[in-house]
């Protein structure tokens, strides 16, 4: 029988810790599908900070660093300068790249830093508890918001995607989420384009993927995918944000 499906080669084949129904998994297999297609596993090095997702590092098989707490941008952009023909991504969190990492994301916007970010919004700090995060919902409810967040006491929710589309040194922004088959397909697309605007040097990349969280939601898998659907996309709508102006051909 024909194989049609099987597992990256660029993704170890060991079982993963994440809870039950959380999408990091997914995410970790487009990018290690989309790095094979490009057959660029020799050249592939990414970053990862604190958080859920420093643990990509223990699945990926290429190389790995660790970077301080919303410090992977900084980390990514002295490789990308050493190694200016190597694929450099980082994979950050929404309580890293958007909170504490915030001015290490701008300014590498801003500058055209040729790396990517796959930046995850789960609208929530998952490894330390579920307390609210910058991209925490109004009127979601979190362990440092039991009533719900206020915008009058903790501000609006940050678009990570529209607050980075101003500045020139972005040349490829992205807001996908992997709830869905069809989403699923989509995210994939946009990692590829991201990565196939880095290599061609046109300037900063990110992908954003809407997340699904259901331990600190407090839902079921199924519930959190819908979740996502019908509180997370009205809030932050997905497509691209920015693109080259010149197409990129992979």
């Not at 969190?93 to 990517?116: F, P, S």
């Not at 009127?139 to 967040?149: A, D």
């Not at 397909?185 to 300037?203: E, N, P, Y």
Request: glycine share 8%; aromatic share 8%.
């Amino acid at each position: 029988m024909k194989t049609v499906f099987t597992r990256p080669e660029s993704l170890k084949d060991m079982p993963m810790h994440y809870c039950p129904g959380c999408t990091h998994g997914i995410v970790h297999r487009l990018v290690a599908e989309v790095i094979d297609e490009m057959d660029i596993y020799e050249r592939a090095l990414g970053v990862a900070p604190v958080g859920c997702s420093v643990f990509i590092y223990n699945y990926m098989d290429f190389d790995m660093y660790q970077a301080a707490h919303g410090r992977a941008p900084a980390v990514a952009t002295g490789i990308k300068r050493v190694l200016p023909d190597r694929l450099v991504f980082t994979y950050q969190g929404d309580g890293d790249a958007a909170a504490i990492g915030t001015g290490e994301l701008v300014h590498a916007a801003a500058r055209g830093e040729r790396i990517t970010v796959i930046f995850i919004n789960n609208a929530v700090y998952a490894m330390t508890g579920g307390q609210m995060a910058p991209t925490t919902l109004l009127g979601q409810k979190t362990t440092t918001t039991p009533f719900g967040r206020d915008a009058a006491a903790n501000g609006m929710p940050v678009k990570v995607c529209e607050m980075l589309a101003p500045l020139d040194g972005s040349a490829y922004l992205a807001r996908v989420a992997v709830n869905s088959p069809k989403n699923v397909m989509a995210a994939k697309k946009a990692i590829r384009k991201a990565f196939d605007v880095q290599m061609s040097g046109a300037g900063f990349t990110l992908v954003e993927v809407l997340s699904a969280c259901p331990t600190n939601w407090g839902l079921s898998p199924l519930e959190a995918l819908k979740w996502v659907d019908d509180k997370m996309i009205p809030y932050y709508p997905l497509g691209e944000y920015k693109t080259p102006a010149t197409e990129v051909q992979p």
